[in-house]
């Protein structure tokens, strides 16, 4: 599968324990973050690299394709 440009992150956030892995592991600067501590879900991300996916220990993080 060919790399998307840039996703739309979603995060369940009944299932979000609010680890803060996703922060960690996210290569974008500071403002790339919610107002919950997790990556950020009103904005695209243009990275779209998914290791917050991978790392989510309740696999919880999921998106859709903004620009392919
Ligand atoms: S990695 Fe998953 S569980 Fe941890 S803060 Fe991010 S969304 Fe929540």
């Known amino acids: 599968m060919r790399k998307p440009k840039s996703v739309s992150f979603q995060i369940g956030w009944n299932a979000c324990i609010n680890c803060g892995a996703c922060v960690a592991v996210c290569p974008h600067d500071a403002g790339f973050i919610s107002p919950f501590d997790t990556i ?11 290791l917050c ?6 696999t919880t ?3 859709t394709v903004v620009e392919a």
């Open 40 to 50: 950020a879900v009103d904005q695209p991300c243009d990275i779209a690299c998914l």
């Open 53 to 58: 996916e991978d790392i989510c220990p309740v």
């Open 61 to 63: 993080i999921t998106h």
